[in-house]
């Protein structure tokens, strides 16, 4: 599975992006799709992952409220809509796919990753 994503950028405090990201390939379809976020000397950390056999979603305490993570099977995209950001948020964001049969939380979980997308909050 490949995994691009785009729609990072620059914002102020209060607003919104919605990062997208496609997935293409004849791999098998992922049981897990996530947003993962890497902020500055930090490690990167999971903000939202959604069951792709169901509308199963799960955040992080530190985005539950304001994020909210959706896919388009047919267009095979999955979305992170960002609301009332903080310049806390800002870092690089990025898209992986799981194909284990658990709920995958950590990193190594997750077998496919998009390059990366930043985002910018002042």
């Known amino acids: 599975v490949q995994l691009v994503e785009s729609g990072g950028g620059s914002v102020q405090a209060g607003g919104s992006l919605r990062l997208s990201c496609v997935a293409s390939g004849r791999a098998l379809k992922p049981n897990f799709m996530g947003w993962f976020r890497q902020l500055p000397e930090t490690e990167r950390e999971v903000v939202a992952n959604?069951?792709?056999?169901?509308?199963?979603?799960k955040y992080s305490d530190t985005v539950r409220g304001r994020f909210t993570i959706s896919r388009d099977d047919v267009q095979n995209k999955l979305y992170l809509q960002m609301n009332s950001l903080k310049p806390e948020d800002t870092g690089v964001y990025y898209c992986?796919?799981?194909?284990?049969?658990?709920?995958?939380?950590?990193?190594?979980?997750?077998?496919?990753w998009g390059q990366g997308t930043q985002v910018t909050v002042s």
């Open positions: 959604i069951y792709t056999g169901g509308a199963s979603t």
């Open positions: 992986a796919a799981a194909h284990v049969g658990y709920w995958p939380v950590k990193v190594e979980d997750y077998a496919n």
